[in-house]
């Protein structure tokens, strides 16, 4: 088995996640140490009782300690898990920083608790949307997304996501613009308005990447013990996480891509998706039915992925 796994990003997180994993003490140690390095508590965050995980000062932060911990869970309970790379789409790729071994749980939690604030600040800024497009075609979307951006909408592809879907991100006005023109030109199968707090990966961001590159200026990163693809680059990491995770906040992601590499670089056949929902296992479908995926959101699925991988 060539197995990769993927940690999920914003946009999964679903009330309660986590908080069937509580009883484990692993999994809880993770979410103490991480609520302790971003001074939020968040398994209050998990519960979502005054929709916390709305907002991205909120979920960045619970979603990485979440995956870190099933992550720490599957160490101790596969101890024999050979994993041939890692890839995180957009904010996933902090789970497979730490699980990567590039950087320390409590540095990782910290680095995303301040990602977040700066990704919220920007949010707040002007009314934000993303839609994300099925099937769609490609040039005549690029086409007229160029077209609008001549007469100064803000609105850009940002996310390619798999062969079947690509994601528009800008200004709320310049986005509903843009799913006029493409739903006229028939450029896309159907096209789906996402719940998200900001348009993220697009120049929307550019000031909350410049208080990055400040804060990542002191952070130093080991080498990764499994090879992890960036989404921006389409490359393994290597000494490079600084400019990298900089550029991320506002540049387009090639999950789909990501996904490609790993197959024709290191012989992927195998899968296995680590957050809420199955996204992620889906986009890698559309790539290669041929690929084996499992996922783990919840605790059963969790107890299916253990019995199955130690067969």
């Known amino acids: 088995m060539k197995l990769a796994i993927l940690f999920s990003g914003q946009g999964s997180q679903k009330t309660g996640m986590g908080l069937d994993f509580l009883e484990n003490p692993i999994f809880k140690e993770t979410i103490e140490k991480s609520s302790e390095a971003c001074n939020q508590d968040l398994i209050t965050v998990f519960g979502n009782e005054h929709e916390e995980l709305n907002k991205t000062i909120h979920v960045q932060p619970a979603l990485v300690a979440f995956e870190a911990g099933i992550f720490n869970m599957l160490k101790q309970d596969l101890s024999n898990l050979e994993t041939s790379a890692m890839i ?25 608790g301040d990602r977040a604030k700066y990704m919220q600040e920007d949010a707040n800024k002007v009314e934000n949307a993303m839609a994300a497009l099925l099937k769609p075609n490609i040039d005549t979307v690029a086409l007229i997304l160029d077209k609008l951006q001549k007469n100064h909408e803000r609105v850009y592809l940002c996310n390619f996501n798999s062969p079947k879907q690509v994601v528009i991100g800008g ?6 613009a843009a799913i006029n023109e493409i739903t006229n030109n028939q450029a896309a199968h159907r096209v789906i308005k996402l719940k998200v707090n900001g348009a993220f990966h697009t ?16 952070v130093h990163f080991s080498n990764s013990s499994t090879p992890v693809i960036s989404n921006t680059t389409v490359k393994p990491f290597s000494n490079d996480w600084n400019e990298v995770m900089e550029e991320q906040l506002s540049h387009p992601t090639y999950f789909g891509d990501c ?10 056949d195998t899968t296995l998706e680590i957050g809420p929902g199955k996204t992620l296992s889906t986009f890698t479908k559309q790539i290669d039915r041929n690929i084996i995926r499992y996922s783990i959101g919840n605790f059963d699925e969790y107890q299916t992925v253990v019995e199955e991988f130690n067969k």
């Open 259 to 268: 996904v490609e590499y790993a197959i024709k670089n290191y012989g992927i």
């Open 203 to 218: 120049p929307l961001f550019t000031n909350a990447s410049r208080k990055m590159h400040d804060r990542l200026k002191n």
């Open 171 to 176: 200004e709320s006005s310049a986005v509903q």
């Open 88 to 112: 995180g789409l957009s904010l996933g790729e902090y789970g497979a920083m730490y699980a990567s071994e590039a950087l320390s749980l409590e540095n990782t939690i910290s680095l995303v």
